[in-house]
């Protein structure tokens, strides 16, 4: 099940601690409301040799909308500072399990990067399993890296209005039931409730096992079924501000769907202007 390009077990990395081309990335982001500072908890143990990676700080933040993809510019200099380059496999994990790794393995494609991969069940399963913490800094050297955006993995706000109208690919929604009617609230102040037109609605933790790793592919493509979602069709992923959607497109490529995408805005843009259409229930 390892696969150094998708999703690695913990005993994988344990295995491959000590290779000199490995780079581990702490990439643990929270919402306000879980109460959690991911770099706080980083500075107070963290995987040995991890580097944090703020989602915040390494966007695009010439943009009013949360955490937007970073110019390719900014994703060399951020990775180049914290010694991560060419040649590197790197593995990405949080302190949720799996929530918001997918995001940064995405931008690592985002930016031609294919030796990425998520650590499964994250941080607590790191933890629960009695493996070696540090609290200490890395050693960083300096390391070039070379980016190919690929302009395909990411949909701006008309492209996901054109699929919606058009039916031509799948939309799926990452967000709580709840949400994605429209019977709750959102939790950014200001945005309508439900979801776009046509959309299909997979909450992320249904991919998930009990203990906060990945299901199988055979179950994950059941899930998507379960959906109602074609997987003949491209996918376009989103959710609330594009983090918890790229656990979607982890899922999507490890059953094999390689045409998706991930809606970077996602409802913190399309929920915010009256002229876009809302669907509710």
């Not at 070379?146 to 799926?172: F, M, P, Y």
């Not at 991919?207 to 069709?233: C, H, I, R, Y």
């Not at 059953?255 to 805005?265: E, N, P, Q, T």
Request: with cysteine; aromatic share 8%; net charge negative.
């Amino acid at each position: 099940m390892d696969d150094p390009k998708t999703l690695v077990s913990t005993d994988w990395l344990e295995a491959h601690l000590r290779d000199p081309d490995l780079r581990i990335l702490d990439a643990s982001w929270y919402l306000p409301a879980m109460g959690r500072d991911a770099k706080t908890e980083f500075d107070a143990g963290h995987i040995p040799g991890a580097r944090f990676f703020d989602i915040d700080e390494i966007s695009d933040q010439r943009s009013e909308l949360p955490h937007m993809a970073p110019p390719a510019e900014k994703f060399m200099s951020r990775m180049r500072a914290m010694g991560v380059g060419d040649g590197h496999q790197v593995v990405i994990y949080d302190g949720a399990g799996i929530f918001s790794a997918p995001r940064v393995w995405w931008t690592f494609r985002l930016m031609g990067k294919t030796d990425v991969a998520v650590l499964d069940g994250g941080f607590p399963k790191w933890k629960a399993e009695g493996r070696m913490i540090e609290d200490l800094p890395p050693f960083v050297r300096d390391r070039h890296m070379t980016v190919q955006r690929q302009a395909q993995l990411v949909k701006d706000v008309t492209q996901v209005a054109a699929a919606s109208k058009l039916g031509d690919r799948e939309i799926i929604d990452a967000r709580s039931e709840a949400r994605f009617r429209g019977d709750e609230p959102e939790p950014r102040p200001g945005l309508r409730q439900g979801h776009i037109p046509n959309a299909k609605n997979l909450p992320f933790g249904r991919l998930l096992n009990a203990d906060g790793t990945m299901k199988s592919p055979e179950a994950l493509q059941a899930e998507f079924l379960a959906a109602g979602v074609d997987l003949g069709k491209p996918a376009i992923t989103t959710c609330g501000s594009g983090v918890s959607a790229a656990i979607l497109n982890l899922a999507l490529e490890r059953i094999g769907h390689r045409d998706h995408a991930l809606y970077d805005g996602s409802w913190a843009e399309w929920g915010m202007y009256g002229d876009l259409r809302v669907a509710r229930g």
